[in-house]
Structures are given as C-alpha cells and as structure tokens.
C-alpha cells in the first residue's frame, strides 16, 4: 500500500543547532514531494516542494530538502534552527497515477529549547 | 486579500444531530479539499472536488457528505452517521492537479457534547 512515514513523532533540538526531519514514501512511480508546517490551531503552509530537477531545493525560511531517489526520501533541513521554527511538521507524497489528491505522513512536532 | 475562510472556528454536536462547515475561497482556484486531523495521525481526506458540481470520495468519506454548487464554496457536513466526529477539520484548496500549492483554512474544531 502506498504510505508516508515520518518516524520522529517529536524532535527537540536547541534554538542555534541543525535540525532534520525525516519522510520516506512507499509508491513505485516518481512521486511529487512536498513540505507544510503548521502552527497550533492554524491551516499549514508550504515551506518547499520538488517535482524533477535538482534533488536539493530551497525553501522558505531557510528550510532546504534533498530527493533520495534510491532511499525514497526526502527529508527537510535547517542548519540553524530559531525559537519561531516550534511548529508541526508534514510531509506529503503525490503521485498522478493515484488520483488528483495528496497523502500527509502523521507529522512531527519540533520543540525548540532555549 | 485572497484567501480560505472556514467557519465556524468551534463547532459542537449533539448526539444524533447533522452539523455542517463551511468554507469558501475568493482564490479562483478549480480544486478542493476536505482532511480531517486528529493528534498524531496526520491529515486524512475526505472528499475531494477538481470542479463544480463534482467530488470524489477521500480515504474516510463514510459519515459525511458535500457539494460543490458554486466554485468558491466546498460546504461539509458531519452527519450522524459519522460515530466519531471530534477532529479539527481543514479545508484547502488548488489551482489543480497535484503538483499545485495547497492553501489551507485556519479550520474548524468540531466536538460532541
């Protein structure tokens, strides 16, 4: 069955330290990946997304992503991570063959200690 | 300012009752999209539109229905059937197609009393 995964339910790092969080997906085709954010009782925003191309994208906020084809990852980065990055984060997988809708991996929250 | 609005922000069910959401997007977009979260397990579709007067089931439709009469409007309602409908609920929308940006509600808690 297709899935998304994302293993760190929580992650917490000190405000100034590198910050990655994991997605691994299980579909067979070249999916579209995605990352959102969202803060408490809020929508979600995108941070960053990758279609073809480079396999290193640049987000908003100072967020970076790296396609691993042969891994099936895609994994998002800070090098410094800010008190205001505390949020949930979600990886979502699309793939044309399984319809025009999105999967979410179940998200990690990012705690921030000062 | 272009946008998704969902409302209300809080909503509460008695049993055996039909509550509906609302939400509506000035952001001409033709795609939208009804997930529903619960803590830990991520959001989850229920329905889906690409166009007016067309949806399509999500992944957990069962309990709940909607329309799409007009292309800003994606109204959901929590019906009685649905056993276990206490979730903060999105909404979101997309120009079209998958490789689009979604942009999202600020949602709806929903919650039985």
């Known amino acids: 069955a297709q899935s998304v995964t994302q293993p760190d339910i929580h992650i917490t790092v000190s405000e100034g330290a590198s910050l990655e969080l994991r997605c691994n997906y299980s579909y067979g085709a070249t999916p579209y990946l995605f990352w959102y954010v969202q803060s408490p009782g809020q929508g979600l925003q995108l941070l960053l997304k990758?279609?073809?191309?480079?396999?290193l994208v640049q987000g908003i906020k100072g967020f970076e992503a790296e396609f691993k084809r042969s891994q099936s990852s895609f994994n998002l980065r800070k090098p410094s991570v800010h008190w205001s990055d505390a949020a949930e984060y979600f990886c979502a997988v699309g793939v044309e063959e399984y319809g025009n809708k999105l999967v979410f991996g179940a998200g990690t929250i990012l705690r921030v200690k000062s | 300012d272009g946008g998704i609005t969902q409302s209300p922000k809080y909503l509460f069910r008695k049993e055996g009752q039909n509550v509906t959401l609302s939400c509506e997007q000035n952001?001409?977009?033709?795609?939208m999209y009804w997930y529903r979260q619960d803590p830990g397990q991520g959001l989850r579709l229920i329905y889906y539109s690409q166009i007016v007067n067309d949806f399509q089931k999500g992944d957990i439709a069962e309990g709940y229905s909607v329309s799409r009469e007009k292309k800003e409007s994606f109204p959901l309602t929590v019906t009685s059937a649905q056993k276990n409908p206490t979730a903060f609920y999105l909404c979101a929308s997309s120009r079209t197609g998958i490789n689009e940006k979604l942009f999202f509600g600020s949602g709806t808690q929903l919650s039985v009393l």
């Open positions: 952001l001409n977009h033709d795609a």
């Open positions: 990758y279609f073809s191309g480079d396999t």
